[in-house]
């Protein structure tokens, strides 16, 4: 058998790629979140062929926690951001799992020493009220945004991030959630990983039903002629306007508000963002574990 677990190439950066556009033609993850994961991997297979390792076999659980301490030191500089680092070391951990199935995830912050990521929300985010919301639906569909409204109604019924619910597929997502009461993300992710929602209400299932008629016979609400980048700077950028006249800032506090009404359902007590404080300790304690 050839180097790097057979994928038919020498180069261990070009085998994490070879690997990468398997999970593609998978369809577990998309060509842009490849290409993001295969940047972060690349970076590493130059520190590691430095090194002298240039086999995907060779990879160990100890190379990576070396990395990933050179990373942290490189945060405590200020030359990388937190995020980037833990992103960096994700993106090899998504790697060694498709090469090494048996692969030992290596954790940025308590095993490598990276510092936790604190882009703390100091303001409370618009578009909690779901009166206000159902508006800027409206508004979008009114405007012939329809494919923007279905957009808006995942992201704030699931807290998906803007590019997991313009490429979710909402058909296979609406089977999944009606027979298993949950939908699994895994296109648009960061750093390609699954993530798994659980449904709890009503407008949830209404919003997968909306999406899956947006959708039809397509694989997501995007429209088949164009991809994630056209669609993102053609009709999600028209539709910013509708939202903002609707009073939502920004997409992403969509999935802020989800948060924040997720964090109530839990606690009993509004987020602390929105009331000024966490009001009881104990229940915010219990849910971060």
Not at 108 to 118: K, L, N, P, T
Not at 133 to 160: D, H
Not at 203 to 225: C, M, N, R, W, Y
Not at 240 to 264: E, M
Request: hydrophobic letters at 40%.
């Amino acid at each position: 058998m050839c180097r790097n677990v057979g994928v038919g190439t020498r180069n261990m950066a070009s085998a994490g790629r070879i690997l990468l556009n398997g999970e593609v033609l998978r369809k577990n993850l998309s060509y842009l979140s490849v290409d993001s994961v295969d940047k972060a991997w690349s970076k590493f297979a130059d520190y590691a062929r430095n090194l002298g390792v240039r086999r995907l076999e060779h990879v160990t659980f100890e190379l990576l926690v070396q990395y990933g301490k050179e990373l942290a030191k490189q945060v405590e500089e200020k030359i990388y951001t937190a995020g980037y680092a833990q992103r960096l070391i994700s993106a090899v951990n998504t790697v060694m799992r498709l090469a090494k199935p048996e692969w030992r995830s290596v954790k940025a912050v308590s095993d490598c020493g990276v510092a936790r990521r604190v882009a703390v929300r100091k303001h409370a985010p618009t578009g909690i009220d779901a009166t206000e919301i159902q508006q800027v639906v409206q508004n979008l569909t009114t405007s012939s945004l329809v494919v923007a409204a279905a957009v808006v109604m995942l992201c704030w019924s699931f807290g998906l991030r803007l590019k997991e619910a313009a490429l979710l597929n909402a058909n296979k997502a609406l089977v999944q959630a009606l027979k298993k009461g949950f939908i699994a993300v895994t296109l648009g992710t960061k750093g390609g990983r699954k993530r798994v929602i659980k449904l709890y209400h009503s407008h949830q299932f209404d919003a997968l039903e909306a999406a899956s008629k947006v959708q039809s016979q397509g694989s997501s609400v995007i429209p088949a002629e164009i991809d994630w980048r056209s669609f993102r700077q053609s009709e999600l950028y028209r539709a910013r306007k509708t939202l903002k006249s609707g009073g939502i800032i920004k997409f992403h506090d969509l999935r802020a508000a989800y948060a924040c009404r997720r964090y109530q359902e839990l606690t009993g007590y509004p987020a602390p963002v929105i009331c000024g404080k966490i009001v009881n300790k104990e229940q915010d304690r219990f849910q971060e574990k």
